[in-house]
């Protein structure tokens, strides 16, 4: 069951949600989910800065192993010890200082401001608890953390929430 929360309506069609992997990226750090052709996978990239150029743009400085467009580029949420924020890369240009650097225009999720939290979730089934961050982006924090455990692999409905292993074992019911 979600503690403290409401019966409200889900909205899979929200954006910012292809923009969010539950997968670690470390401070500081640039990662590439998927290497397309002239690009590392798995490299050592160091952030150098993130800016918002609009909505939906952004402007990724980093010193390392270039991407190329397409590239899927992964970075740290502030504070989080689970998620990464996807940005497809559009368009590189080298940098003439510091050797090595670059900077790319980058398609991310079209909100400038987000928040992270913590939601506590108790599978209805086998009753494992677990402690799941989510981004809160719509000012809507039922619906963000309930789309946040449907991302996680859960089954989860405001009624209702199967943990990932519990969906497996029922073969993807929840």
Known sequence: MLHGFYTQFFHAEDSMLEHILYRYTPGGQVAYLESKEGSAAGSNTELLGVVAKGEGVFEIKAKGDKPVPNTVLLLPVKGSKQLSLKMVVQEVEPLITPIGAWSARCAG?????????????????CGEESQLEFIAYSGDDQNDAL????????????????????????????
Request: glycine letters at 8%; proline letters at 4%; hydrophobic letters at 35%.
């Open 109 to 125: 999720p079209n909100q400038r401001e987000f928040s992270l939290k913590n939601i506590d979730a108790c599978c209805d089934q």
């Open 147 to 174: 789309a946040a455990l449907n991302l996680a692999g859960w089954s989860a409905t405001f009624e209702k929430q199967v943990c990932p292993k519990c969906v497996t074992n029922a073969g993807g019911k929840g």
